[in-house]
Structure formats: structure tokens, C-alpha cells
């Protein structure tokens, strides 16, 4: 069983950064694709971004693309959503997701695809 646990959510101001991580207890996160998807209140979650195994591949929606960014430290099983710009839209409780896989270089992008998920994290961006 994998188990994520999210921090750094918050409350931010419009053009404002926030750092969102999602740490992999007893798992080597070097084994795992992982996601980034969010849901905003009254919506259907939506995908944000995902990072392939060897974290030499990202992928964005275009509504995040330019402002997000996802890193791994895989030394620390941790994988981050770094998001600048923020803009009021992107208020959202946002998941990280992993999925095992032997393939390097492939990356998921359907919530489908993740068996794993953390607890979310509130972000809320203020006008």
C-alpha cells in the first residue's frame, strides 16, 4: 500500500506563489509516475500536470501551462507543484496521484490511471 501525504496548501493572493508537496511513505518515489490533479467546488477534478518515472518528462493542462511547474527529489521520495502566477480560477483542492510503472518514460494523465491518492490540499486564491 502506498501511502501520499500532501502539505502546503494555503491562502494566497492573485499573482502570488504557493509550493504544494506530496511525500511517498515506504515507497521509493523513483518507481512512480505521479500526477497532480485539482477540484474546485462544484467541478469535476481536473488534471494539472504529471511527471514520468525518471522526472525527465512533465506534461501540463494549458490552463496551468507556463505558470506551474512539477519537480521531484527523489532522495527525499517528494514530489512538488510549484505554482506561480496564481490566479483566482485556480482556487481548488488539489491531489497528488502515483502509479507504479516499469516504464521510464511514459506519464498518466487521467485520474483513471492513478490506484493512489493523497488527502488534498485546499489552495485558495484571493482578487
Known amino acids: 500500500q502506498v501511502q501520499l501525504v500532501e502539505s502546503g496548501g494555503g491562502l494566497v493572493q492573485a499573482g502570488g506563489s504557493l509550493r504544494l508537496s506530496c511525500t511517498t511513505s515506504g515507497r521509493t518515489v523513483s518507481n512512480y509516475a505521479m500526477g497532480w490533479f485539482r477540484q474546485a467546488a462544484g467541478k469535476e477534478r481536473e488534471f494539472v500536470g504529471a511527471?514520468?518515472?525518471?522526472?525527465?518528462?512533465?506534461d501540463y493542462a494549458d490552463s496551468v501551462k507556463g505558470r506551474f511547474t512539477i519537480s521531484r527529489d527523489s532522495a527525499k521520495n517528494t514530489v512538488y507543484l510549484q505554482m506561480d502566477s496564481l490566479k483566482p480560477e485556480d482556487t481548488a483542492v488539489y491531489f497528488c496521484?502515483?502509479?507504479?510503472?516499469?516504464?521510464?518514460?511514459?506519464?498518466?494523465?487521467?485520474?483513471?490511471?492513478?490506484?493512489?491518492w493523497g488527502q488534498g490540499a485546499q489552495v485558495t486564491v484571493s482578487s
Open positions: 511527471i514520468n518515472r525518471s522526472g525527465g518528462t512533465t
Open positions: 496521484a502515483v502509479r507504479y510503472t516499469a516504464l521510464q518514460d511514459i506519464y498518466y494523465a487521467r485520474a483513471t490511471d492513478y490506484p493512489y
